[in-house]
């Protein structure tokens, strides 16, 4: 059984701050990575993908990935109010590609 | 951007009516899923296709059924309604992109109540 495990929280950050947040794998042959944001009764959209061991980096967000590690960790720079929302980690292997979901980290950002 | 459309949004119906979910995108994804997801809880893959006439079921024993005879359209029928079924439903799609793996599109939403 593949798990993708993830602080459901919530955690707490001020605005301006740097919130991380970070998700562990139990398969080691997972191949590529994702961050969904997932505000409160919308569906999930996708920020971040990300498939080869170090930083990613688009716009305030940073995905990074340590495959030996078997963890995903997602940085929002300069956290806005409007990032809060539930950030869920899909992981997915070879084969069927079809990837398993964390049950997500639920992120504060206060003014 | 996806273009994935769900309907109907919102759903209230009565224990033992028979309902079908519509999912339809217009982007020619090969792949589509459906998803079971409870507020605050993670997502449920109930089930998913790989194209025309394949289907398959998810990780969640479900008591629907879908059908995939348009690369288009994906949707998911409930026989048999019950209050258990009260939930939201996700489709989505996805599009195998060279090496790496599929990155998925998810449409709104159904949110559906049994009574």
């Known amino acids: 059984q593949k798990e993708v495990e993830q602080n459901s929280g919530p955690l707490s950050v001020p605005e301006g701050a740097i919130a991380s947040l970070n998700c562990t794998y139990s398969?080691?042959?997972?191949?590529?990575f994702f961050w969904y944001r997932q505000y409160s009764g919308k569906s999930p959209e996708l920020i971040m993908s990300?498939?080869?061991?170090g930083d990613k980096e688009d716009g305030r967000f940073t995905a990074q990935l340590n495959k030996a590690s078997q963890y995903v960790s997602l940085l929002i720079r300069d956290s806005q109010p409007s990032d809060s929302a539930t950030y869920l980690c899909?992981?997915?292997?070879?084969?069927?590609?079809?990837?398993?979901f964390g049950r997500g980290t639920s992120l504060i950002v206060h003014p | 951007e996806a273009d994935i459309y769900q309907t109907p949004r919102y759903l209230v119906i009565g224990t033992g009516k028979k309902i079908t979910l519509e999912c339809s995108q217009t982007?020619?994804?090969?792949?589509m899923y459906w998803y079971q997801q409870d507020p605050g809880m993670e997502l449920h893959l109930i089930h998913y296709?790989?194209?025309?006439?394949?289907?398959e079921k998810g990780d969640l024993s479900s008591e629907s059924t879908v059908s995939r005879i348009r690369t288009e359209h994906f949707p998911l029928t409930l026989e048999s309604a019950r209050p258990s079924h009260t939930s939201q439903y996700l489709c989505?799609?996805?599009?195998?992109?060279?090496?790496?793996?599929?990155?998925?599109?998810f449409g709104p939403g159904t949110r559906l109540t049994v009574l």
């Open positions: 398969d080691r042959g997972s191949q590529s």
């Open positions: 982007m020619g994804h090969d792949k």
């Open positions: 899909a992981v997915s292997s070879g084969g069927s590609y079809i990837p398993t």
């Open positions: 296709s790989y194209g025309v006439n394949s289907t």
């Open positions: 990300i498939y080869s061991n």
């Open positions: 989505a799609s996805s599009v195998f992109q060279g090496s790496s793996t599929d990155t998925q599109y």
